[in-house]
């Protein structure tokens, strides 16, 4: 708790969410919150100094907030809880979790969310929607970044920039080069760049009607 002071956490206190079948905390999930910071509430304070918590009545809270008062469009804190290909899951409260797919994390297209977060890391995201239903919530981030006039005003042409190659498409000739998470041009394609890669980039053309960047690699 700090200040050299120690709490019991009870197993039938620990979660309100992820429990078995009698309302205990699987020992798995208990096991995996060793030395992680979690959010708790003291439940009592007995006259031998013992102070039990309780992080199920901080959930049920949580539970509360997002039944009643979250909405989609709104803006909140979240921390990387964990990531997979497909997406990261950020808690945004009370151990309650909301998905961050892929596709929500940047205009500009990535290959794993590892790209932009690190687990632990504080971010803000945007609720995006809410299955109540099925007690699911759906995030986003990239509409934090910046729309595209909003990227764009931090580049001029016939300037010399640097930025990240993403994805190439022969066919079409060019090779699509991130210079902002929300803000991507194209180049003409150029033989031995790879994906993630760092390059120097002359600003050929800003087309603000089509939203569009040409692009030269140096």
Known sequence: ???????????????????????????????????????????????????????????????????????????????????????????????????????????????????????????NVMIKSIDRENDKIFLSYKELLGNWEDNVKDFQEKTVVEGTVKESDKFKNGIFIELKPNLVGLAEYKEGLEYGQKVQVYIKKIIKDKKKIKLLII
């Open 1 to 123: 708790m700090g200040n050299n002071i120690t709490a019991i956490l009870p197993r039938n206190e620990f979660e309100a969410i992820n429990v078995d079948e009698y309302g205990y905390c699987n020992p798995s999930i208990c096991k995996n919150k060793v030395n992680s910071y979690v959010q708790f509430r003291i439940k009592e304070i007995y006259d031998d100094n013992r102070i039990i918590l309780s992080r199920k009545n901080v959930q049920k809270d949580a539970l509360k907030w997002i039944e009643n008062e979250l909405e989609p469009g709104m803006v909140v804190k979240g921390i990387v809880k964990n990531m997979r290909k497909f997406g990261a899951f950020i808690e945004i409260g009370g151990g309650v979790v909301g998905l961050l797919h892929i596709e929500d994390i940047s205009v500009s297209r990535i290959k794993s969310p590892e790209e932009r977060f690190k687990v632990g890391q504080k971010i």
